[in-house]
């Protein structure tokens, strides 16, 4: 018998979910459970092998650390992380640096506090430009710790983007402002809104591909 965590509620549909090397299985509030029990043992095959997956990634995510001498992207390139005698950390153009003698986890927030930083710089300067060009004007434009989406635009034209877009390639993060920014637009991913950002971004799927392959690079790195 495969176990799962089971969550019930208003809906038609029973679904697997698999997260950070739990099974969970949402069915509806009158479903019986031997048709749950059947439909999970009926999903053993993919369940065995995305579950084992899962841990694995699982795993990756709780040994993440940083430290003197590890690399890590900036605007798709790697720089060193350097200690340095003082109480400043930052990225001087060639390299992160942070004070001595810091333990993993501080260095990480310094690490974490310099991209922020530089994200608020960089993209929403980016923003500017882009909806200079798009003819655009957003109510607002914020950097947010987001961590499973890169960017979102709501329905009162308020755009955020995660900080961690910053590790991507310089195109990579024009194509995220580009996309939020057609949002206003188009609120959703219709023909028409991949018109909008095909006229300002010919190679976008270029883009899309690259963001695709950093996905899955942080999904096993604790960047929280």
Not at 51 to 58: C, D, E, G, P, T
Not at 186 to 204: A, E, G, R
Not at 208 to 215: E, G, H, V, Y
Request: net charge positive.
């Amino acid at each position: 018998m495969i176990k799962y965590n089971l969550i019930r509620s208003k809906r038609k549909t029973i679904a697997i979910h698999i997260v950070d090397g739990e099974l969970a299985v949402k069915a509806s509030l009158k479903m019986p459970q031997a048709d749950i029990d059947k439909f999970v043992n009926s999903k053993k095959s993919w369940i065995d092998k995305n579950l084992s997956n899962s841990i694995v990634k699982k795993e990756q995510k709780e040994s993440f650390a940083l430290n003197y001498g590890d690399s890590i992207l900036l605007m798709g390139k790697s720089y060193f992380i350097i200690g340095r005698q003082g109480s400043s950390a930052g990225f001087d153009g060639r390299c992160f640096f942070v004070p001595e003698d810091l333990s993993s986890e501080k260095i990480k927030q310094l690490i974490i506090n310099t991209y922020k930083a530089f994200a608020k710089n960089y993209i929403l300067s980016r923003v500017i430009v882009f909806a200079d060009k798009m003819s655009l004007e957003p109510k607002s434009a914020k950097i947010t710790s987001a961590a499973a989406r890169w960017g979102s635009c709501s329905s009162k034209g308020c755009l955020n983007f995660s900080w961690r877009l910053v590790m991507a390639d310089e195109d990579v993060v024009d194509y995220l402002v580009v996309h939020e920014l057609a949002h206003l637009k188009v609120m959703n991913h219709s023909k028409k809104f991949w018109v909008i950002v095909q006229n300002v971004l010919p190679n976008y799927k270029v883009m899309q591909a690259k963001l695709r392959i950093l996905s899955k690079k942080l999904s096993v790195e604790n960047w929280s």
